[in-house]
Nanobody
């Protein structure tokens, strides 16, 4: 079974940037989709972005499409989320997801004002 490990979270001031990483222990090549979600206290888990190992254009939630960029490094079985122009409202635990079935443990992102 695939294991996902996130890293790169931390504390950043408003307007700053962070780059999150997600490394998978293995991947499939035909239908394997990687995605990023986040969840703040008292809120539902929110979809942010998704990308396929096989190619195609990434898909972004409207709330973040102008500020966040998802990318992949196939040789490393890794996906990334570049987050720019961060706002305090972006404060949440950020999760990596594989094929809408497997979740990482999450990494905390805190944006101060």
């Amino acid at each position: 079974q695939v294991t996902l490990v996130e890293s790169g979270g931390g504390l950043v001031q408003a307007g700053g940037s962070l780059r999150l990483s997600c490394t998978a222990s293995k991947r499939t090549f035909s239908t394997y989709t990687m995605a990023w979600f986040r969840q703040a206290p008292e809120k539902d888990r929110e979809f942010l972005a998704a990308i396929r190992w096989s190619g195609g254009s990434p898909y972004y939630a409207n709330a973040v499409k102008d500020r966040f960029t998802v990318s992949r490094a196939d040789a490393k079985n890794s996906v990334y989320l570049q987050m720019n122009s961060l706002k305090p409202e972006d404060t949440a635990v950020y999760f990596c997801n594989a094929d809408m079935k497997i979740w990482g443990q999450g990494t905390q992102v805190t944006v101060s004002s």
